[in-house]
């Protein structure tokens, strides 16, 4: 079984930067695709960004093109975001997920973690 754990988030200004990591046990990362979601007090999650197994390809929600990047290092079972240039609509849950298999995908994740807070103020 594997699992997930988010860290990283808090309090940043519009226009800081903050660094999320996902840190995974019970399994081996690199068999997985890894993505990010986010959910917004009363809105619906959404899709972010994922990473294919080998970090060769990346594929990301328009609204956080250039803004936003996701890498992954499986020697030490860890996902990134890495968010930069943050607005206050980024205030969120974020979420990382993972998949068995090598396509990125905006939905059809079987592991998640519990949720990082990402809260930027103005």
């Known amino acids: 079984q594997v699992q997930l754990v988010e860290s990283g988030g808090g309090l940043v200004q519009a226009g800081g930067s903050l660094r999320l990591a996902c840190a995974t046990s019970g399994g081996t990362l690199s068999s997985y695709t890894m993505a990010w979601f986010r959910q917004a007090p009363g809105k619906e999650r959404e899709f972010v960004g994922g990473?294919?197994?080998?970090?060769?390809?990346?594929s990301y929600a328009d609204f956080v093109k250039g803004r936003f990047a996701i890498s992954r290092d499986n020697a030490v079972n860890t996902a990134y975001l890495q968010m930069n240039s943050l607005k206050i609509e980024d205030t969120a849950v974020y979420y990382c997920?993972?998949?068995?298999?090598?396509?990125?995908?905006?939905?059809?994740?079987?592991?998640w973690g519990q949720g990082a807070q990402v809260t930027v103020s103005s």
């Open positions: 997920a993972a998949r068995p298999g090598s396509a990125i995908t905006s939905s059809n994740y079987d592991y």
């Open positions: 990473i294919n197994r080998s970090g060769s390809s990346t």
